[in-house]
């Protein structure tokens, strides 16, 4: 059984075609298939059933391919230590963030990351969730961090935090800024959210479902600062992640509301292909940008949670 063959067999399984794993692989479609028939031979059973429409693993196919991640992984573990025990830390760091994070998140940790390590390069790929998963699972991306969605093949995860969901309206409205809101008791609402492959609108659908929220319209905007400009000059209102409106507490160009009865919250996860583990300088970047979304989340909860500003209300009566 050879390394190759494995890898072969990772990605085969992972993009459910002998096509667009020998792409994946930089391999000829009739060279990865010729290996994967010699692994099935030497190991004597069928690892995939074979269609017009695809490919479909076997559960010998299942089995073996949570073998070989592992084995993937350790061997990544090994190249990994042998470079940072042979040289100082180098390479390229390719990460994907959310406009969440790029917005009031990302510099202070590129600002650091530069100046501590002048010899690493960090490329950033701002994307939604959906775009970033496809990403980290065909190997572009070293990691990403986005809110949990529906499992990928090829990833797996790693729960960073949880913060608030926060409701924004436009500085003219009557109601006070940082006020909190009951939605169920609003006006229906004009809503401007993100399309349904991003992560968090399913949840936020969930929530306006479940607790009767009055709608007017919604209108899906995939485009985070045209809904910040959309939702400053308008009667249009949005439902946002608090790291993404840090900047708007203080000197607000929109109104924030933290939501109550219930609150809303949004997790993160940090998410990488399942058969690599990070390089050295991909770790160090993780570490630092890990480090700032829980500094960030934490500043969240305490400034924008329903709860921090119900106990406010309690100690003001």
Known sequence: MKLRQLQFLVAV???RSFTAAARRSNATQSGLSMQIKDLEERLGVRLFDRSSTGVIPTSAG??????????????????????AHSCDVSGTVHVGMMPTFTRAVLAPV?????????????????????????EVASGNLDFAIVPPGRDIAGIRAEHLDTDVEVFVTSPDTARRHLEPIDLSKCEPLKL??????NARREKIDTYLKTYGIPIDTIMELDAMMATLDLVSRS???????GCLCLPDIDQPKRKLHPIVRPPLAVDYILIEPVSQILSPAAQLFSDEIKSQIHKICAICRNNLGAVSFAAAELEDA
């Open 110 to 134: 590129l600002d650091r990351f530069a100046r501590q390590y002048p010899h690493l390069e960090v490329k950033v790929t701002e994307a939604y969730s959906a775009v970033l998963s496809g």
């Open 13 to 15: 399984y992972e993009d």
């Open 235 to 241: 009667d249009w209102t949005t439902i946002l992640p």
């Open 192 to 197: 401007a959210l993100p399309g349904p492959s």
């Open 62 to 83: 299942e089995r073996l391919y949570r073998r070989a991640t592992q084995i993937l992984r350790q061997v990544s573990a090994i190249q990994n230590d042998l470079e």
